[in-house]
């Protein structure tokens, strides 16, 4: 996703299955890169442009209340787009409790998949808000291992559907103003699905 929640065209959902899994595998790749996080990183920059790494992870943490937002019934917008300052910088631990209460409203009840819901994006069902917040996750933790020089490359398994789903209901153009993306980045050679990801959302690595 861009660095800036807005509106994506309108997805389908009669073949998106239960996306729960793949969203959980990115949380949980995306939770290693802010454990491996160093002090003195905080205030480098990011392939997010607005944001340092500060910035990134109090963003990653918002992202995930505003899916507990959701599976709730809230408005996801009325949850603060920037986590609050982690007490001592310790933002591994504000990402996992943020993972945890997050799950508590989702991880039962696949009937709630169908529900529509209010995301920053629009009214949406649920899975379809999911998958969306699956690749901010993946793009976001992309930007975090750019910037902290860590692996950028989550799960295959779990970045290539993710890709495919955003190159078919985020278009190439146009981009801007509704929908809140860069132009696309043509990938390098041998680049992986989760850097792919980032291109079409508008990322590069300089």
Do not use: K
């Not at 992870?57 to 809230?74: E, I, P, Y």
């Not at 495919?164 to 699905?193: D, N, S, T, Y």
């Amino acid at each position: 996703m861009s660095c800036i929640d807005g509106r994506l065209p309108r997805m389908t959902t009669t073949e998106i299955t239960d996306p729960r899994p793949l969203y959980d595998s990115a949380l949980s790749w995306a939770l290693g890169l802010v454990r491996a996080v160093r002090t003195e990183q905080l205030t480098a920059p990011t392939p997010c442009s607005e944001l340092d790494v500060r910035a990134l992870l109090a963003h990653l943490v918002a992202t995930v209340d505003r899916v507990a937002a959701v599976g709730r019934g809230v408005d996801a917008t009325t949850v603060p787009w920037s986590a609050p300052q982690a007490p001592g910088d310790d933002w591994a631990g504000a990402y996992a409790q943020a993972i945890d209460g997050m799950w508590a409203v989702w991880r039962d009840g696949t009937d709630r998949l169908d529900r529509p819901v209010r995301a920053p994006f629009g009214e949406v069902p649920a899975r379809a808000a999911l998958m969306a917040y699956t690749s901010e996750t993946l793009v976001h933790g992309w930007d975090l291992a750019v910037a902290t020089g860590q692996d950028a490359e989550a799960d295959p398994a779990v970045a290539a559907p993710v890709l495919a789903l955003m190159e078919r209901f985020l278009p190439a153009q146009p981009r801007g103003g509704r929908i809140p993306f860069a132009e696309p980045v043509p990938p390098r050679e041998g680049a992986g699905p989760t850097e792919r990801l980032a291109n079409w959302c508008g990322r590069t690595r300089t």
